[in-house]
T-cell receptor, first 113, second 116 residues
Framework: SQKIEQNSEALNIQEGKTATLTCNYT??????LQWYRQDPGRGPVFLLL?????KEKRKERLKVTFDTTLKQSLFHITASQPADSATYLC????????????FGPGTRLSVLP | EAQVTQNPRYLITVTGKKLTVTCSQN?????MSWYRQDPGLGLRQIYY???????DKGDVPEGYKVSRKEKRNFPLILESPSPNQTSLYFC???????????????FGEGSRLTVL
């Protein structure tokens, strides 16, 4: 069956450290994968997209990798801050046409001061 | 300001009383979709629409209806709500991924529905 999983339901780290979140998928062949941030009571907000031919993508303190062999994406936040505390969702597009996205269950990140 | 607007944000209703959650976007996006979010299950797609008068089922369409009569609006209709439809609902819009660099979804702020 098709599945998309995020390795931790919750992750606590100290301020200043690098947070690493994992997204694994099974029986999909996505051409790209996205990461979103969701704050409590708010809608998800798009952060980054990485395509299958890209090994790594960066945006400020964020870095995403995509390994189609391992069927895994890693999401890193360097020099983490308490303001980075949120739930992070990975999403893929099974048909690769931007119609119906499948989301992982999310990882709730808490950055402790 | 580019946005997706949902109403109502909060609603408590009773079993069987028809309700509609409205969704409107001002970005001229072709694609619109509805998701529900439940603890432990994440976001699941209910219905999506590729353009006006074109809609299709997502992963959990049972008990819901949608319509797309105008490009900007995509209401979600619960004809006879039941307690298992108690959830947090999100509307989203996007442009087809072949036309944009990101194909990102723009979400509304959510509508928390409780069915008693």
């Amino acid at each position: 069956s098709q599945k998309i999983e995020q390795n931790s339901e919750a992750l606590n780290i100290q301020e200043g450290k690098t947070a690493t979140l994992t997204c694994n998928y099974t029986n999909y062949s996505p051409a790209y994968l996205q990461w979103y941030r969701q704050d409590p009571g708010r809608g998800p907000v798009f952060l980054l997209l990485i395509r299958e031919n890209e090994k790594e993508k960066r945006k400020e303190r964020l870095k995403v990798t995509f390994d189609t062999t391992l069927k895994q994406s890693l999401f890193h936040i360097t020099a983490s801050q308490p303001a980075d505390s949120a739930t992070y969702l990975c999403a893929l597009d099974p048909n690769n046409y931007g119609q119906n996205f499948v989301f992982g269950p999310g990882t709730r990140l808490s950055v402790l001061p | 300001e580019a946005q997706v607007t949902q109403n109502p944000r909060y609603l408590i209703t009773v079993t069987g009383k028809k309700l509609t959650v409205t969704c409107s976007q001002n970005m001229n996006h072709e694609y619109m979709s509805w998701y529900r979010q439940d603890p432990g299950l994440g976001l699941r797609q209910i219905y999506y629409s590729m353009n006006v008068e074109v809609t299709d089922k997502g992963d959990v369409p049972e008990g819901y209806k949608v319509s797309r009569k105008e490009k900007r609006n995509f209401p979600l209709i619960l004809e006879s709500p039941s307690p298992n439809q108690t959830s947090l609902y999100f509307c989203a819009s996007s442009s087809p991924s072949r036309q944009t660099n990101t194909g990102e979804l723009f979400f509304g702020e959510g509508s928390r529905l409780t069915v008693l």
